[in-house]
């Protein structure tokens, strides 16, 4: 569903992702984990296409985010780290100006509003203004507008930051409900949050992924912290001892 290939992005001298590839399977929840100032926002806006790349492929379904990008947009849903929610709109309209820029049909808006605000536990605050909701319902409103037009894929980032403990624990168990016939990945560098609803994990570390493995044989001898530990300090020696 989709496959990454030597993906890299340069600023200049700075050299912000550095050759990543990974794959994710149809219907699987992909963690792509690392310390802050990986690389993973970035990652995520090229797959999304809020970003060029300087260099390497990224394929959704099978389309070309580079060269195929509205075929892209049309099976990818994105929640950026602060959604883009306006105050002054309410939940409904909010919703359906989203559709409406994604291109969305006419005839399909209102019935993809309504699977939206469902899906994500909408329905009390439906016609209420953005600007005046918690900060947990600002994320399901997030996740809606990422699930409107009913994607193939979801890319999540952060999507449980700055939550209370409940409000993570709603945030996760829906995170679990969208995977199955979707394919999640799910930007962090919270572990228990990868441990707890991931099932392939990829390790991202000054621009480069060291490391990516399922879940279940990740962990079977050691914990999800050791294993991202020993991968981060890993990396670090070896590129302190690489030739300057």
Do not use: W
Not at 108 to 118: K, M, P, Q, S
């Amino acid at each position: 569903m989709l496959e990454v290939r030597n993906l890299t992005k340069r600023y200049g001298d700075i050299v912000a992702v550095d050759g990543v590839s990974f794959s994710a399977a149809q219907g699987q929840i992909l963690g792509f984990l690392g310390p802050n100032g990986a690389g993973k926002t970035t990652t995520m806006r090229i797959l999304t296409g809020f970003l060029p790349a300087t260099s390497g492929t990224a394929k959704v379904a099978g389309f070309d985010v580079f060269t195929e990008s509205a075929e892209v947009r049309r099976r990818i849903g994105y929640l950026p780290e602060s959604p883009p929610l306006y105050s002054d709109m309410t939940t409904e309209s909010y919703l359906r100006f989203v559709a409406r820029i994604k291109g969305m049909p006419r005839a399909a808006i209102e019935d993809g509003i309504d699977r939206a605000v469902r899906t994500c536990g909408l329905n009390d605050v439906r016609g209420r203004l953005l600007g005046h909701l918690s900060k947990g319902y600002r994320q399901r409103v997030g996740l809606a507008q990422a699930l409107i037009h009913d994607p193939q894929v979801l890319v999540l980032d952060e999507p449980t930051i700055g939550l209370d403990p409940v409000q993570i624990r709603e945030i996760r168990a829906l995170i679990r409900r969208l995977a199955g016939e979707r394919t999640v990945i799910l930007s962090t560098h919270i572990l228990p949050e990868v441990s707890q609803i991931c099932e392939k994990v990829v390790i991202i570390n000054a621009g480069r992924v060291v490391l990516e493995e399922d879940m279940a044989a990740l962990t079977r001898e050691a914990s999800l912290e050791d294993v991202f530990l020993r991968s981060i300090a890993k990396e670090g020696a070896a590129a302190e001892g690489a030739p300057a």
